[in-house]
């Protein structure tokens, strides 16, 4: 489980990814040396692997006087001899380094390192490390068990959908949450009363908010239809931008045009408790018999939620946010938790492409349910060769 | 029965009123009882701690205004503890509003240490965007992704910044949240960086960094003011440290309303079963 | 037609990022920095069409004077008084901008955080109910989890270890299911991120253009 959840993060980070900065700064060696410490020893260096470039890695032996340091520095020349210059310290008995100071690619560099006390005594120099150079990578070796993973991954969904368009029926169990949708609007329709839809506090680029934005177009589709007013108060304004165009979008797919009003979808303010306090504020005042919670939400999930409890609301909330899921359980009606989340807008819509969708990230949750099991079972056993394989 | 029914058809407001209550009284009146100190807490502490010449604490302020009186406390005591062990201190936010925040901690904790001086045992570094980019900037070079501290001198001027590059000087990052801020650290810090990385948390937000816990992606972890409590005690014992606990002093007042919740909660379903029987 | 220009931008975007995800050369660091620009270029534009539209909501108020527009002047006389004061004064240490934030902006947003406290009790009482069994489980572990994490139920039942039965439901039972609802959420992610490149789910676009 612990690979599985590493690996989790792993496909998170996709879209973010960043490297390293140049660097410079040396300072000479000019400071007088002592034999009564015992060097480090075994200076290795080598290219940082995975890496964009310009930077070697440095390890050493601890010295045997370890306890009697502050720490260590490191020396870098580019003749085995001479010419060596300080590049960094590192602390009492740690004994690796990241060398990134002024590094030029295809370079070769030797190091030394010596101990120094508290009082600036130092050991002699290690002997020097054997030559190295730095050059840029490109392929990161350490993500070989993700570009296996993810053509595997894509398989699936793209064999569930073909099986899916072919006609193959497919299922899907029932969640309440988003058969009560219908319910809820149906209310507001009949008590004249508007619908306030709050998708989540977070920011476009949140999948959580795409998804909401998915549930939007489902349920705006129905407020037009109805002609029943949709409050959609935002915190973000890029996400004001997609929501209005959503709302638009629905409006016109209903032959209502004139439905769609700017001043119903708009941005409150980007402040999370101001936004939380603004929301409870429509709630007390424009009192909408339907609430609807989905997307991202953090500590004001509570207090939008005991707000519309006390406003007597229908509430529906719907979020992958584990925390908040208890607050919502307790005040809302009807909970959408985690993947359901994802699985709305096919829900809803019964688009077999969507439906196969879900189906194939069923197929890839059995794949990664099969491979725990057997990692716990050879685990278990003694044998780590199935952990080793998302290390 | 009458009373019963009563009773669970109350208004909202007077548990509103008795929570108030139960909140103001023990800090009218500390009871000043014992915290029991658990391994997240240990954990966090003994790497402070250890902590060896030459490398720093780093403690970023992610949070805001809002989650103050519940992150405060354990921001307070860390520093405390820091400038006590003479470790030095980056300071940091990924939060516009976190700097501010640091600032006015480092004024607290000062007063104790007014030896203490910027640029030699500590470093308040300004508010950069980019979130996670800040992290792996620094990762990559401190000195690149901050040129300047907050007051705008340069950091290569700075001697307690001369030796620290990146993360490999860094014995241990903290970051203070009430969000998910926490995870980031972990995904950038700790998993791209191997740096050692813990969480201050609200206690809403404690449960989610279990998980992370036991892979030792966190290496601790402090929880609300139960954990800010912990840590006031461990510095207390052991630093034999006299400050004001108040993350203990606010425990008095969770010890309150915890025992009234569970009162409530019991007589609800007490009721609920008399009702229950009473229409069959 | 309308839709085909973004789609196909996504699912190149896409595609390009998964790709830059496995190289760690320096020419994909440089890409993904000039990602990460252009994504802080285009949301200035954005903030501004937000107040814009913060604007015109509460300027129709006014001028149609419906209910409550006097609170809208509140919201225009303190955005302009506050800016103000920061242009003339500036917002340094001690200055008054700063003295608002640190006396207004922060009591607020610590009141309305704190207000959580008393919708956790009154949440608590009406819903902590042992109306099934998985209910009841529900309700013994809060109230065990609820004590041990105070230090009167610790010093009441510290022979008992209530504190470290507290940190075992939490490093375990909890942690159990809050993986399992993660990698549902972690598959759901990545699924609904390849529908949207794909162009299979289009709802963020509006829904049209089937």
Redesign the interface.
């Known amino acids: 489980?612990y690979i599985?959840?590493k690996?989790?993060q792993h496909?998170?980070?996709?879209?973010l990814?960043?490297?390293?900065f140049p660097l410079f700064a040396q300072e000479s060696d000019t400071l007088p040396l002592t034999q009564k410490f015992a060097p480090p020893l075994d200076v290795r260096a080598f290219d940082t692997p995975?890496?964009?470039?310009k930077s070697i890695t440095v390890q050493w032996n601890l010295s045997p006087d370890n306890s009697l340091f502050s720490g260590y520095e490191i020396y870098r020349s580019e003749a085995q001899d001479t010419g060596y210059q300080y590049v960094g310290y590192m602390g009492r008995g740690i004994s690796t380094i990241r060398d990134n100071r002024g590094v030029k690619d295809n370079t070769p560099y030797y190091y030394k390192v010596r101990g120094r006390t508290s009082t600036y005594e130092y050991s002699e120099f290690s002997p020097p490390s054997s030559s190295t150079s730095s050059s840029?990578?490109?392929?990161?070796k350490g993500?070989t068990n993700?570009?296996i993973g993810?053509p595997l991954?894509?398989f699936l969904?793209f064999w569930a959908?073909f099986q899916a368009k072919m006609g193959k029926p497919l299922f899907i169990r029932k969640i309440d949450g988003l058969d009560s949708l219908e319910e809820a609007v149906g209310r507001a329709t009949e008590m004249g009363k508007p619908v306030l839809y709050v998708p989540g506090t977070s920011f476009i680029?949140d999948?959580a908010t795409?998804?909401s934005?998915?549930?939007?177009?489902?349920v705006a589709?129905k407020t037009a239809e109805y002609n029943t007013p949709i409050i959609v108060p935002?915190r973000?304004?890029?996400v004001?931008?997609?929501a209005q165009?959503?709302v638009?979008?629905?409006a016109?797919?209903k032959g209502r045009p004139d439905y769609y009003n700017?001043?119903r979808v708009?941005?409150?303010?980007?402040?999370?408790?101001?936004y939380?306090?603004g929301v409870c504020g429509i709630m007390t005042?424009e009192k909408p018999a339907t609430n609807l919670f989905i997307g991202m939400f953090w500590?004001e999930s509570?207090?939008l939620a005991?707000t519309g409890?006390i406003t007597g609301a229908i509430q529906i909330a719907g979020t992958?946010a584990?925390t908040q899921?208890p607050?919502f359980v307790?005040?809302c009606d009807y909970t959408i938790?985690?993947?359901e989340?994802?699985?709305a807008?096919a829900y809803l819509s019964k688009n077999p492409?969507?439906v196969g969708?879900?189906k194939?990230?069923d197929y890839?949750?059995l794949v990664?349910f099969i491979f725990l099991a057997l990692g716990t079972i050879f685990g278990l056993l003694g044998n780590n060769f199935i952990i080793n394989l998302f290390k | 029965m009458n009373l019963l029914n009563k009773f669970m058809n109350m208004d909202?407001r007077w548990?509103?009123l008795?929570?108030?209550i139960c909140?103001i009284i023990p800090f009218l009146i500390p009871i000043g009882?014992?915290?029991?100190t658990?391994?997240p807490a240990r954990n966090i502490y003994e790497k402070i701690d250890n902590t060896s010449d030459g490398q720093v604490v780093l403690l970023s302020f992610d949070y805001?205004?809002?989650?103050?009186?519940?992150l405060y406390p354990m921001t307070i005591t860390i520093l405390n503890h820091c400038f006590n062990r003479n470790i030095k201190v980056i300071l940091m936010s990924l939060y516009m509003q976190g700097i501010?925040i640091a600032?006015v901690a480092l004024e607290d904790v000062k007063r104790e240490f007014p030896e203490k001086k910027e640029g030699i045992d500590y470093t308040l570094l300004p508010y950069v965007?980019?979130g996670a980019?800040v992290i792996l900037g620094i990762g990559e070079d401190i000195h690149k992704t901050f040129p300047t501290d907050y007051y705008g001198t340069l950091i290569d001027s700075l001697p307690m910044m001369r030796e620290i590059r990146n993360f490999d000087q860094i014995s241990l990052a903290i970051s203070f949240s009430g969000g998910g801020v926490s995870r980031t650290w972990v995904t950038y810090a700790n998993q791209r960086y191997g740096a050692n990385v813990a969480a201050g948390v609200t206690?809403?937000m404690?449960?989610?960094n279990?998980?992370y816990?036991?892979t030792k992606q966190l290496i601790g972890m402090l929880g609300g003011l139960?954990g800010a409590?912990e840590y006031e005690n461990l510095v207390e014992k052991n630093l034999k440290l006299k400050t004001r606990k108040a993350a203990c002093i606010g425990?008095?007042a969770?010890?309150a309303?915890?025992?009234?919740?569970?009162v409530?909660?019991?007589l609800?379903?007490i009721a609920?079963?008399a009702g229950r029987r009473r229409k069959k | 037609m309308r839709r085909a220009g973004p789609l196909k931008l996504c699912l190149i975007g896409g595609i390009v990022?998964?790709i830059?995800?496995?190289?760690?050369?320096?020419f994909?660091?440089n890409f993904?920095?000039e990602v990460?620009h252009w994504?802080?270029v285009?949301?200035v534009p954005?903030?501004?069409?937000?107040?814009y539209?913060?604007f015109?909501?509460h300027w129709?108020k006014i001028r149609r004077k419906r209910?409550?527009w006097g609170y809208s002047i509140i919201i225009f006389v303190a955005v302009i008084v506050v800016a103000l004061i920061g242009f003339i004064w500036g917002v340094g240490?001690n200055s008054v901008f700063?003295k608002i934030?640190?006396y207004m902006?922060?009591?607020?947003?610590?009141t309305?955080?704190?207000?959580?406290?008393?919708?956790?009790?009154?949440?608590?009482?009406?819903?902590?109910?042992?109306?099934t069994p998985e209910a009841t489980l529900l309700?013994i572990v809060?109230?065990v989890v609820?004590?041990g994490?105070?230090?009167?139920?610790?010093?009441v039942f510290?022979k008992l270890k209530l504190?470290n039965l507290v940190?075992w439901i939490?490093?375990y039972p909890?942690?159990?299911a809050?993986?399992g609802?993660?990698?549902?959420?972690?598959?759901?992610?990545?699924?609904?991120?390849?529908?949207?490149m794909l162009g299979?789910?289009r709802?963020?676009?509006?829904?049209?253009g089937k």
């Open positions: 489980m599985k959840f690996e989790v496909i998170k980070i996709i879209y990814f960043f490297f390293a995975n890496d964009a470039g840029p990578q490109w392929y990161h993500k993700v570009l993810l991954f894509i969904i959908v680029s999948i795409i998804a934005m998915n549930i939007l177009s489902q589709k935002n973000d304004p890029i004001m931008s997609v165009e959503v638009r979008e629905a016109i797919e700017p001043d708009f941005f409150l303010t980007s402040s999370q408790f101001a939380a306090a005042r500590a509570l207090l005991e409890n992958d584990v899921l607050f307790t005040a938790m985690g993947e989340l994802y699985a807008s492409s969507l969708g879900i194939g990230q890839n949750k990664i | 909202r548990i509103y008795i929570t108030a909140v009882l014992p915290t029991y658990t391994p805001d205004a809002a989650v103050l009186p519940e501010g600032q965007p980019g980019l206690a809403v404690a449960a989610e279990y998980p816990l036991q139960k409590a425990m008095d969770q010890s309303v915890h025992i009234m919740m569970i409530f909660i019991v609800a379903n609920y079963f | 990022m998964i830059q995800f496995f190289i760690p050369h320096r994909s660091k993904f920095d990460v994504l802080i285009c949301g954005a903030l501004v069409i937000g107040y539209s913060i015109h909501v129709t209910e409550g240490e700063m934030y640190q902006t922060m009591t607020m947003q610590a309305m955080f704190s207000l959580l406290g008393f919708y956790m009790a009154s949440a608590a009482f009406r819903s902590f109910k042992a109306r309700l809060a109230l609820m004590f994490r105070v230090p009167i139920g610790e010093s510290i504190p940190e939490l490093m909890n942690m159990a809050q993986r609802i993660g990698l549902g959420v972690g598959l759901g992610i990545m699924a609904t991120s390849l529908k949207i299979i789910e709802g963020w676009l509006g829904g049209a």
